[in-house]
């Protein structure tokens, strides 16, 4: 569990990094969008055939973190709307 823990921060930190621009989003929520976008990616790769969903491996990490950028985007839009209507 704790591994799990680890390798979604992770992900979520490097999808960060591959996501352009400035999020406004803080450790948990990184941390959240990383465990999310790594059990996309471990379903996806398990649907594929190539490992368990809690099983480390390179095409489930590569989805995880595609998984992960596209929820950061989603996040953004979700809390940037909800900025620019209270201004």
């Known amino acids: 569990m704790i591994g799990f823990i680890v390798a979604g921060l992770i992900i ?10 400035k999020q ?3 450790l948990l ?3 959240a969008l990383g465990l999310v976008g790594s059990v996309i990616g471990g379903t996806i790769a398990n649907l ?8 480390l491996n390179v095409l489930g990490f590569v989805i995880a973190v595609i998984a992960s950028v596209l929820l950061i985007g989603i996040a ?8 620019k209507s209270t201004r």
């Open 24 to 26: 406004n989003l803080g």
């Open 48 to 55: 594929l055939g190539t490992g368990d969903v809690m099983e």
């Open 29 to 31: 929520a990184t941390l």
């Open 76 to 83: 953004e839009g979700i809390v940037g709307g909800r900025n």
């Open 12 to 21: 979520g930190a490097l999808a960060r990094l591959i996501k352009p621009g």
